[in-house]
């Protein structure tokens, strides 16, 4: 990744993968592949939700297993209205531009361990790039789909039930 380009993937990219995470369960393959990047899922801490309309129905089974999971979620204006119409409590984010402490400051300030954030159109993806290009400085995981938003929230309860075993191809084979 170059710290100064925005990291938006294009379909084409979102179907090719660097890593590879195998495991009995969907839930902890993913968690492996996300460790295998160098960068691994937080067990703890906060959440940054930021989403387009288009993704907020789609968005409340994530957030709901983040907030059982004891994360804080924080979320810019709409979507923290929207996750409190729908029962998911979360703390208000300022976005850059609309006051202080702002997104950037919480990423500065260790405050955000996970970001989940989908732009909505050119506009967005140029407003919200900030946030991708601090992710990729500060070394934060983030998320431009709710797809892997919820492989993320289940990667995680996989990751806590247990340790996490190395398995050669070989043996996973061996068990088919």
């Known amino acids: 990744m170059f710290p100064e380009v925005d990291p938006v993937l294009g379909p084409e990219m979102r179907s090719t993968g660097e890593v590879l995470g195998m495991a009995h369960s969907f839930g902890l393959a993913f ?25 907020k129905p789609s968005a409340i089974e ?14 810019t204006k709409g979507t923290h209205q ?8 979360s703390e208000l984010i300022c976005k850059i531009g609309y006051g202080r402490p702002h997104i950037v400051d ?3 300030n260790d405050q955000i361990q996970l970001i989940i954030n989908t732009p909505s159109g ?5 407003d919200d790039s900030y946030i991708r290009k601090a992710a990729i400085k500060y070394k934060l995981l983030y998320f431009t789909t709710m797809a892997a938003a919820l492989a993320a929230a289940k990667g995680i309860i996989a ?14 084979h061996a068990d088919i």
């Open 31 to 55: 968690f492996k592949s996300q460790e295998a990047t160098g960068i691994q899922l937080p067990l703890e801490g906060s959440v940054l939700i930021t989403i387009a309309d288009r993704d």
């Open 106 to 108: 919480a990423i500065k």
């Open 62 to 75: 994530p957030a709901r297993l983040f907030r059982e999971l004891g994360f804080k979620i924080l979320a």
């Open 122 to 126: 050119k506009e967005s993806q140029e």
């Open 82 to 89: 929207f996750l409190s119409e729908n029962g998911i409590d």
């Open 159 to 172: 990751r806590r039930k247990g340790e996490i075993k190395v398995k050669s191809i070989q043996n996973y």
